[in-house]
Every structure is written in structure tokens, then in C-alpha cells.
């Protein structure tokens, strides 16, 4: 036999390539649920680690595995390919078809199997948002399907939300990106596959009584159809600009995606003044890595992403197209004036990264009550009197001192009063 794979897994070797996947014996196997598929698919357990194997050409399981890992690659939101095992010969001589080999994805489920369940409205229209949000995503990065299915996707908890996860690339092209026709050819196909795996499941007395196959499917298009066009509309803002894109970056947030730049066009016509917002969507994961780059702040992955869409609405507002000029003017001007206004006394309450975003935070709150962005002095001035106050140390709870360079002051500037007094007047 031939392996073929990036990081071979030596227990790989101790499997019986010389049989028929479909003989394989018991002591290999491990029993998980798993959704209809045209060719021979079973789940192994070696030290610790589920794989699926997979019965398929040999051109097939190659151009399944590059695609894979390219979607790797990209933080596609998809299986790992691990291996293609060819060559492969029986006892008596008989040639094998190869198999592909993936990681299983640990705590998923499929969704036909979820579906076979009795399952509560919420929880199925959590479900089905998942599922249109794995479209979306798979779109957005250029990815054709071609075979979405209840079968083809699985699912898993991610704290406290639902995620969904590609698990068959077989029909799948990568594009740099795709045509609204390409888009909907995807999509009516999911439609299709939707509805006739939703009637499988109802005539074989598996679907919930109050479940309706032809609205499973419909919902699964025109949730896509609504996140897409959040995701992608260019908005008109003709005032308030800052809270506008607050609010804008907010709704993609609450939906799970994160904002990595946004786009702004300035149209002046009739002496009114016109800003078109556009957001650049991306997966979490590199929040952390991009503000570390632009200020050298060490943040959290949430707080960094607080602390960016900041920094983006003030690069906007400065109309300023150099992003490390821009970022470092916000670093200079706005966050570290933030951050010296605080009295010296109530420095440990609050680490700075967190103590900048649970004030913008405020900001947000002040602002949705009066109606209008109150600015940042404001905010400070009420954050400071009215919340941290009254918050216990947090260098006492955590058990160390908090650094004064983190803090943004050192002993000799302490008493000193903040560069930027409107902060604390």
C-alpha cells in the first residue's frame, strides 16, 4: 500500500488496509452516528484519536484531500484530511479502492442525526442558523459545495452557541470568489438536499411531528439570504457616523462574525455629506496577533477586538488611509490619555486592556440612552465616578501587582496630570 499524508500517524500502519472497508472487523471500529453517503464510510480509534475512514477513487479521494487542506489552510470552518492510503491489494490478490482518511471532528453529530430527535423550535432554528452561517462563511471564502446536505454537515457546541462543520469536499471547488449565480446554484442545491433528506427522515417516522420538510429547507435559503446581506450591504450614514458603525460592527458580532477592516466612501451631493460603510468580515482568531502588530498592546482575543473596532471607527473618523499611522495616533491620543485619567488610587481595579474596553462599553450605553455618540470624556468621567469606584482590586483578586508599564505611568508621572485634560474635566 501507499500513504500518502502531510503528518502520518504510525498507528495508521496497524489497520487492516488488506480487507474490504466494509469487512473490517468489530475490534477496529468505533459506532458513531453518521449520515447517508454513497460510498463506505467507517470510524476508527487510534491512542485516543477518532478517525473517519472513507472507500473512494483514487482521483477522487486526491482532489477531496487537497481541497481540505487548503480549506485548512484558510480556517475554514471544515474536517482535517489526514491521509490517502492507495494501492491497497487483498489476501487474494483482488485490488482495493483507496481510502481517504479524516479526523473526526470531537462532540460533533451530524444533522440528519439531529434531526432524527425530537428537537424544540429554538433549538432547531439555533440549528438552522448555524447551518446557513456555514454556507455563509464557505461562500465568503470562495468555497462552491455542491452537495449541502443534512448528511454532509455536522455539528458541535462552541460555548454555548452551535457551530456547523463541512465534512464532505468531494463536489466542492475553491474559487477566489464566487458569482452571485455560483452562490445560488449552491444554494438551491442545499435547498434540494434539505428537503429530500427532511422527507427520508419524515416517511421513515424519525422527523417530529411539527416539523415541516419544506420549511426546514426554505428557512435554511432566507436565513442565508439575511445574513448574507448583513454581512455584505453597503450602508448610507449620514450622520453619527461613530455610532452608526458601533452599531453596524455589533449586530455582525452578535450574528459571530468579527469585523477585521471597514471600508468608507464619502459622497457629497447637494450640500448634503454621505458616508457608505462597508464591514470586511472575518472568523475570530486574529484579533490578538493583528493589535499586537499595530500597537504592541497584549490583549485577549475578545478585548483586542473591542480595542480594534475602536481604532477602526477613529482611523474613519480621522479620515486617515495609513493604518499604522492611524493606529498609532489612537494609541497616543486616545487610548493611553484613557488610561492616565484614571487616579492612582484606583489603577489596580482593572487591568488596562479590560479597563478601556468596559469604558467604551459605557460609552455605548450613555450614548443608546441620550440617543447621540456623547464622546469619550463623558464616558470616562461617569465610568471612573460611577462603576469603578466601587469595583474591588483586581490585582488583589488576581493575587499580584499589576506592572506599572501596563498601566501606562510610571511612579516618577503618577501625580502628574493626564496628557489629555478634556478626559478629566
Same mark, same amino acid.
Given at each position: 500500500?501507499?500513504?500518502?499524508?502531510?503528518?502520518?500517524?504510525?498507528?495508521?500502519?496497524?489497520?487492516?488496509?488488506?480487507?474490504?472497508?466494509?469487512?473490517?472487523? *468489530?475490534?477496529?471500529?468505533?459506532?458513531?452516528?453518521?449520515?447517508?453517503?454513497?460510498?463506505?464510510?467507517?470510524?476508527?480509534?487510534?491512542?485516543?484519536?477518532?478517525?473517519?475512514?472513507?472507500?473512494?477513487?483514487?482521483?477522487?479521494?486526491?482532489?477531496?484531500?487537497?481541497?481540505?487542506?487548503?480549506?485548512?489552510?484558510?480556517?475554514?470552518?471544515? @474536517?482535517?484530511? @489526514?491521509?490517502?492510503?492507495?494501492?491497497?491489494?487483498?489476501?487474494?490478490?483482488?485490488?482495493?479502492?483507496? @481510502?481517504?482518511?479524516?479526523?473526526?471532528?470531537?462532540?460533533?453529530?451530524?444533522?440528519?442525526?439531529?434531526?432524527?430527535?425530537?428537537?424544540?423550535?429554538?433549538?432547531?432554528?439555533?440549528?438552522?442558523?448555524?447551518?446557513?452561517?456555514?454556507?455563509?462563511?464557505?461562500?465568503?471564502?470562495?468555497?462552491?459545495? &455542491?452537495?449541502?446536505?443534512?448528511?454532509?454537515?455536522?455539528?458541535?457546541?462552541?460555548?454555548?452557541?452551535?457551530?456547523?462543520?463541512?465534512?464532505?469536499?468531494?463536489?466542492?471547488?475553491?474559487?477566489?470568489?464566487?458569482?452571485?449565480?455560483?452562490?445560488?446554484?449552491?444554494?438551491?442545491?442545499?435547498?434540494?438536499?434539505?428537503?429530500?433528506? *427532511?422527507?427520508?427522515?419524515?416517511?421513515?417516522?424519525?422527523?417530529?411531528?411539527?416539523?415541516?420538510?419544506?420549511?426546514?429547507?426554505?428557512?435554511?435559503?432566507?436565513?442565508?439570504?439575511?445574513?448574507?446581506?448583513?454581512?455584505?450591504?453597503?450602508?448610507?450614514?449620514?450622520?453619527?457616523?461613530?455610532?452608526?458603525?458601533?452599531?453596524?460592527?455589533?449586530?455582525?458580532?452578535?450574528?459571530?462574525?468579527?469585523?477585521?477592516?471597514?471600508?468608507?466612501?464619502?459622497?457629497?451631493?447637494? &450640500?448634503?455629506?454621505?458616508?457608505?460603510?462597508?464591514?470586511?468580515?472575518?472568523?475570530?482568531?486574529?484579533?490578538?496577533?493583528?493589535?499586537?502588530?499595530?500597537?504592541?498592546?497584549?490583549?485577549?482575543?475578545?478585548?483586542?477586538?473591542?480595542?480594534?473596532?475602536?481604532?477602526?471607527?477613529?482611523?474613519?473618523?480621522?479620515?486617515?488611509?495609513?493604518?499604522?499611522?492611524?493606529?498609532?495616533?489612537?494609541?497616543?491620543?486616545?487610548?493611553?490619555?484613557?488610561?492616565?485619567?484614571?487616579?492612582?488610587?484606583?489603577?489596580?481595579?482593572?487591568?488596562?486592556?479590560?479597563?478601556?474596553?468596559?469604558?467604551?462599553?459605557?460609552?455605548?450605553?450613555?450614548?443608546?440612552?441620550? &440617543?447621540?455618540?456623547?464622546?469619550?470624556?463623558?464616558?470616562?468621567?461617569?465610568?471612573?465616578?460611577? @462603576?469603578?469606584?466601587?469595583?474591588?482590586?483586581?490585582?488583589?483578586?488576581?493575587?499580584?501587582?499589576?506592572?506599572?508599564?501596563?498601566?501606562?505611568?510610571?511612579?516618577?508621572?503618577?501625580?502628574?496630570?493626564?496628557?489629555?485634560?478634556?478626559?478629566?474635566?
Amino acid at each position: 500500500m501507499r500513504i500518502t499524508s502531510a503528518l502520518v500517524d504510525p498507528a495508521l500502519l496497524d489497520l487492516p488496509w488488506s480487507t474490504p472497508l466494509e469487512e473490517w472487523p *468489530a475490534d477496529h471500529l468505533v459506532a458513531l452516528p453518521q449520515g447517508i453517503s454513497r460510498h463506505v464510510v467507517r470510524f476508527v480509534k487510534l491512542q485516543g484519536t477518532v478517525y473517519a475512514v472513507k472507500e473512494t477513487r483514487e482521483k477522487i479521494a486526491e482532489r477531496e484531500y487537497d481541497l481540505l487542506r487548503a480549506l485548512e489552510r484558510i480556517s475554514a470552518p471544515a @474536517v482535517e484530511a @489526514v491521509a490517502i492510503v492507495a494501492d491497497r491489494v487483498a489476501l487474494d490478490g483482488e485490488v482495493l479502492e483507496p @481510502v481517504l482518511v479524516t479526523r473526526h471532528l470531537q462532540f460533533s453529530l451530524p444533522y440528519r442525526a439531529l434531526f432524527s430527535h425530537t428537537l424544540r423550535p429554538e433549538t432547531m432554528n439555533r440549528l438552522l442558523d448555524a447551518l446557513a452561517a456555514l454556507l455563509v462563511r464557505m461562500h465568503l471564502l470562495g468555497f462552491f459545495w &455542491g452537495d449541502c446536505s443534512l448528511s454532509n454537515t455536522l455539528f458541535r457546541r462552541d460555548a454555548g452557541a452551535f457551530a456547523a462543520y463541512l465534512v464532505d469536499a468531494e463536489t466542492g471547488q475553491l474559487h477566489l470568489r464566487l458569482s452571485p449565480g455560483q452562490r445560488g446554484e449552491d444554494l438551491e442545491i442545499a435547498r434540494t438536499n434539505i428537503f429530500g433528506e *427532511a422527507l427520508d427522515l419524515q416517511a421513515a417516522g424519525l422527523l417530529h411531528e411539527g416539523i415541516d420538510p419544506e420549511h426546514v429547507s426554505d428557512e435554511v435559503v432566507r436565513r442565508y439570504e439575511t445574513l448574507w446581506h448583513e454581512l455584505t450591504f453597503e450602508q448610507a450614514v449620514e450622520a453619527d457616523t461613530r455610532r452608526q458603525m458601533d452599531k453596524r460592527i455589533r449586530r455582525l458580532n452578535e450574528l459571530g462574525f468579527d469585523v477585521e477592516e471597514v471600508s468608507m466612501s464619502v459622497v457629497e451631493e447637494g &450640500g448634503h455629506r454621505t458616508v457608505m460603510l462597508r464591514p470586511k468580515v472575518v472568523d475570530a482568531g486574529h484579533h490578538t496577533r493583528r493589535l499586537l502588530r499595530l500597537t504592541g498592546l497584549d490583549a485577549e482575543e475578545n478585548q483586542a477586538r473591542a480595542l480594534l473596532n475602536d481604532l477602526d471607527a477613529y482611523r474613519a473618523e480621522s479620515d486617515m488611509p495609513d493604518e499604522a499611522q492611524a493606529a498609532h495616533r489612537w494609541l497616543t491620543e486616545v487610548f493611553e490619555p484613557v488610561i492616565r485619567a484614571v487616579p492612582p488610587h484606583l489603577r489596580g481595579k482593572l487591568e488596562p486592556p479590560e479597563l478601556f474596553v468596559q469604558i467604551i462599553e459605557h460609552r455605548w450605553a450613555l450614548s443608546e440612552q441620550a &440617543g447621540r455618540d456623547l464622546g469619550l470624556a463623558p464616558a470616562v468621567q461617569s465610568f471612573l465616578a460611577n @462603576v469603578l469606584i466601587h469595583r474591588p482590586d483586581e490585582q488583589a483578586v488576581l493575587g499580584y501587582e499589576v506592572d506599572d508599564d501596563m498601566l501606562m505611568s510610571s511612579d516618577d508621572d503618577e501625580d502628574e496630570a493626564p496628557e489629555d485634560e478634556s478626559l478629566v474635566d
